[in-house]
C-alpha cells in the first residue's frame, strides 16, 4: 500500500490548459522591454488568475520554451520569445503529454539516414584525435548561444546561492528511480519502472531477469549516490570519472580489476563501423585531454553535453562507457543546483543513432537533438517537484553530513525506538554549540519516523539493512 502515492506521483500528467490562457500570459509578458516579476505580470493580464494557477502557467511555458527565466534578486523574471508573441502554440497539452518523438532538425535526419545504412554500406573509420584537438572551450560551441539561453531558463531551481547538490538531494527519491532506469534502459535492460523501483527500495529482484540485469541499476544507483553526497568534491578529473566507472561496471566486467581503470586493450563495438584507439598511452593522452577541455567549459550545458560527445567516442574503459558520460553529464547540474538529467522517455534507437553520427561521422547535431529533448523531458518531470518543495532550510544543510552519519547509524544498527532516541541525545551532544543540541535531536527523531522505502538510500544504507531496521522499529 505505501508505494501507491509514489506510483500516482510519478505517473501523474497535468491536465490540459487552455491555449487561450497560454498565449494570454505569453502576450502580457511580451509586453515588457525588461524581463517581468510575477507581480508585473499579473497586473497587465487581461484574464485575471489565482496566484498557484498563474504560476503553473508560467512554469509551462517555461517548461515548453516559449518563456525564458532568469533568478534576480526579488524572485524569478520573465521574458518571452517574440516570435511567440500573438501566437498559439500547436499543441497546447504540457510538456509531458505532447511530442513523444524527438524533433530531428535537418542535419539530424542526414546523419540518420547515413548510419542507418547496412554495414556493409559504410566506410570503417578510426579515432580521429582532431575532433577532440580542434574544440577550443568557450570558442567553440555544440550548443548554439540560444539553446544554452533555454537550457538555462529550464533548469533553474532557485533564485538562490546553495551548496552544491542542494537541489539534486531534494528530489533524489525520484531521481534515483528515474536516472537508474532510464541509463539501464537504454543499454538494453529490461526491467520496468516498477520492477526498478521495488528493486531499488526493497531490494527485490524481478523474476527470470539475468543478474546482471540487476546489477547495473543497483550500479546506477551507487553511482547517483556518489554524484549527491560528493556534491562539493566531484567534478571533471580523474579521481570523478575513473570512480563512477568503478561503481557503474562493479560485478560486469569479465576482469574486476579493469573497474575504474583505463583500458590497455583493444575493443570492438558491435553495430558500428568505428574503431576505437588501442595504443593504451594515445587513450591515456586523450582521455587527460578530454578531462582538461571539459572542465575548462564555462557554460553547464556545453559542459554536459561535451561529456556526452566524447567519453564514449573515446572509449576510455573496458565498457560502460556510454553509462560514465551520461552520469558525468550530470556533474556539472549537480554543481550548479540544475535541474537534473534523467534521459525520461528518450528512445533507444535515437540515442544510439545519435552516438553513432558521433562514432562515424564526428557529427553532434543528431545526438544535441536528443540531448535537447531529453533535457525539455527531464525538467518538465522535475518541475512539479520544484513547485511543492519549500525553501532549503539553512540549519539543515549546516548539519547534513552529521544527520546522515547519525540516522544511518540507527539503521544500520538495527535500532528499537529506545535505543535510537538515547543514541540521538549521546550524538546530539558532540555538537559544538549548545543551541544546536535540541533542534539536532528533534531533527534527526523526526527524520526517523518518516523514513520509508522510497527515501532512506540518501542516509547510505543498503535495502536489506533497511527492511532489517523496519522489522525491529515496528
Known amino acids: 500500500m505505501a508505494q501507491k502515492p509514489l506510483l500516482r506521483h510519478i505517473l501523474a500528467v497535468p491536465k490540459i490548459v487552455s491555449d487561450?490562457?497560454?498565449?494570454?500570459?505569453?502576450?502580457a509578458v511580451a509586453g515588457f522591454t525588461e524581463p517581468a516579476s510575477f507581480e508585473e505580470i499579473a497586473g497587465r493580464l487581461s484574464l485575471k488568475f489565482p496566484r498557484r494557477t498563474l504560476q503553473r502557467r508560467l512554469a509551462l511555458l517555461v517548461a515548453q520554451g516559449r518563456l525564458g527565466?532568469?533568478?534576480?534578486?526579488?524572485?524569478?523574471?520573465?521574458?518571452?520569445?517574440?516570435?511567440?508573441?500573438?501566437?498559439?502554440a500547436e499543441d497546447p497539452a504540457p510538456i509531458l503529454a505532447a511530442r513523444d518523438e524527438v524533433?530531428?532538425?535537418t542535419a539530424a535526419k542526414e546523419i540518420k539516414r547515413s548510419v542507418t545504412r547496412p554495414i556493409s554500406a559504410r566506410k570503417?573509420?578510426?579515432?580521429?584525435?582532431a575532433f577532440l584537438e580542434d574544440y577550443r572551450p568557450n570558442?567553440?560551441?555544440?550548443?548554439?548561444?540560444?539553446?544554452?539561453?533555454?537550457l538555462s531558463a529550464l533548469g533553474q531551481t532557485s533564485g538562490e546561492t546553495l551548496p552544491a547538490g542542494t537541489y539534486f538531494r531534494k528530489v533524489m527519491d525520484r531521481l534515483l528511480i528515474d536516472l537508474s532506469w532510464n541509463s539501464s534502459r537504454l543499454e538494453g535492460n529490461t526491467y520496468s519502472l516498477l520492477e526498478t523501483q521495488r528493486l531499488l527500495e526493497m531490494g527485490e529482484t524481478a523474476d527470470g531477469k539475468a543478474t546482471g540485469e540487476a546489477h547495473?541499476?543497483?550500479?546506477?544507483?551507487?553511482a547517483i549516490e556518489l554524484l549527491a553526497e560528493q556534491a562539493d568534491e566531484i567534478g571533471f578529473n580523474r579521481y570523478t570519472l575513473c570512480n563512477l566507472h568503478a561503481l557503474l561496471s562493479d560485478n560486469l566486467l569479465p576482469d574486476p580489476a579493469g573497474c575504474g581503470r583505463l583500458r590497455t586493450h583493444a575493443v570492438a563495438i558491435t553495430g558500428t563501423v568505428f574503431h576505437p584507439l588501442e595504443v593504451p598511452q594515445v587513450i591515456e593522452d586523450n582521455f587527460e585531454q578530454i578531462l582538461a577541455t571539459a572542465g575548462a567549459i564555462e557554460d553547464a550545458f556545453e559542459q554536459a553535453f561535451f561529456a556526452m560527445v566524447h567519453l564514449p567516442y573515446l572509449q576510455p574503459f573496458e565498457d560502460v562507457n556510454k553509462r560514465v558520460s551520461r552520469l558525468a553529464a550530470?556533474?556539472?547540474?549537480?554543481?550548479?543546483n540544475l535541474s537534473p538529467l534523467s534521459f525520461v522517455d528518450v528512445p533507444r534507437d535515437d540515442y544510439v543513432q545519435g552516438i553513432l553520427g558521433v562514432y562515424e561521422l564526428n557529427r553532434v547535431e543528431y545526438l544535441r537533438d536528443v540531448f535537447v529533448w531529453a533535457y525539455e523531458r527531464s525538467c518538465a518531470r522535475y518541475s512539479v517537484i520544484r513547485q511543492t518543495l519549500g525553501q532549503p532550510d539553512p540549519f539543515r544543510l549546516r548539519h547534513r553530513q552529521w544527520l546522515i552519519d547519525v540516522v544511518g547509524a540507527v539503521l544500520r544498527g538495527g535500532m528499537d525506538k529506545k535505543a535510537a532516541a538515547a543514541y540521538v541525545r549521546v550524538q546530539s551532544a558532540q555538537l559544538p554549540q549548545a543551541a544546536d543540541r535540541p533542534r539536532f535531536a528533534?531533527?534527526?527523531?523526526?527524520?526517523?519516523?518518516?523514513?520509508h522505502e522510497g527515501n532512506f538510500a540518501r542516509y547510505r544504507v543498503r535495502p536489506m539493512e533497511f527492511q532489517a531496521w523496519q522489522k525491529t522499529w515496528h
Not at 527565466?69 to 498559439?88: F, I, K, N, P, T
Not at 547495473?216 to 551507487?222: D, E, G, P, R, V
Not at 528533534?442 to 523514513?451: D, I
Open 330 to 336: 550530470n556533474i556539472p547540474l549537480v554543481q550548479r
Open 69 to 88: 527565466a532568469l533568478s534576480a534578486r526579488g524572485g524569478r523574471r520573465y521574458q518571452a520569445d517574440h516570435s511567440e508573441v500573438g501566437m498559439v
Open 139 to 150: 570558442v567553440s560551441a555544440y550548443l548554439s548561444p540560444a539553446l544554452r539561453r533555454k
Open 216 to 222: 547495473m541499476i543497483l550500479n546506477h544507483k551507487a
Open 124 to 129: 570503417p573509420v578510426g579515432y580521429r584525435s
Open 20 to 27: 487561450d490562457e497560454l498565449a494570454a500570459v505569453v502576450n
Open 442 to 451: 528533534a531533527m534527526a527523531e523526526t527524520e526517523l519516523t518518516s523514513l
Open 103 to 105: 524533433p530531428l532538425s
